[in-house]
Structure formats: C-alpha cells, structure tokens
C-alpha cells in the first residue's frame, strides 16, 4: 500500500471501512484493510473518528494506524511471498500456532524494528536479515 502521507494513509483506512460498515462494495485492497481493521475493534473508533489522535508517534502500540498498516504490510508481503520465503515461514509458524492474527503479531514486532532500522540508516530494510529473524521464531 503507497500512500503520499499521513492524512492521505487514514484517509484511506477511514473510507475502507466506511465502505465495508455501509455494505459498500470494495477494492481489493479496501477489502484488505477492511479485514484488517475488523481483527482489531479495539481501533474501530479511532478509524471511524477523523480527528487527530493524541501521542501520535512511532509506537505501533501507541498508534491505531501504524499498528494496523504493519498488519497490511505483512499481508502484502505474504501475497508476493516477498522476501522469498515469507510465505513458507508464516504458513511453518501457523502449524505450530493456530492464532493467526498472534502470528502476525509476532512478525510485525520484527518488520517495525526492520523498518524503523533502516529509516534511521537512510536505507531500505534489509530483507535477508529480516527474514533471518523470523525464521527464529519458535
């Protein structure tokens, strides 16, 4: 998903799921993020009220959006199997936990730490160590 900013990125989470409440049909990747934002009702007001939220940060805990659009990241990534070898590494750590959204989770937590590292390198995240990491996952 490629958005120019911020309010652009919300703009989008925000009308996906209007759409999808309102049984509108919806884009592929508006279904996406639709689906997204249906695991997580703890965000529901927050994706539904277009007010800026306070301590808006990094934090992907402290952040609806950031939290949700590492979900979509994840999802995207498994689709394109890119890095090569994502897919198998999900599908190996969903044998062993059934809990897919915890799953996800877990890898999000990795692609956070990836992409903050990189930004704050001035570089593009290192796909191979980024895949090294998940495939330490138990």
Sequence with gaps: MFARNRTETRRFFHE????RCAGLPLEP???????????????????????PIE??????????????GLHVALLEQLQADRPTGIRAEFIRLKAHHPDIHQTEHRIIEILADALWTAQSRGAFPDEAQYLERIRRLD
């Design 29 to 51: 990747l508006e279904a996406l993020v639709a689906d997204v934002v249906a695991a997580h009702p703890e965000y529901h007001v927050q994706v539904t009220d277009k007010r």
């Design 55 to 68: 301590g808006d940060g990094a934090d992907p805990v402290g952040n609806p959006f950031l939290h949700l």
């Design 16 to 19: 996906s799921w209007r759409k």
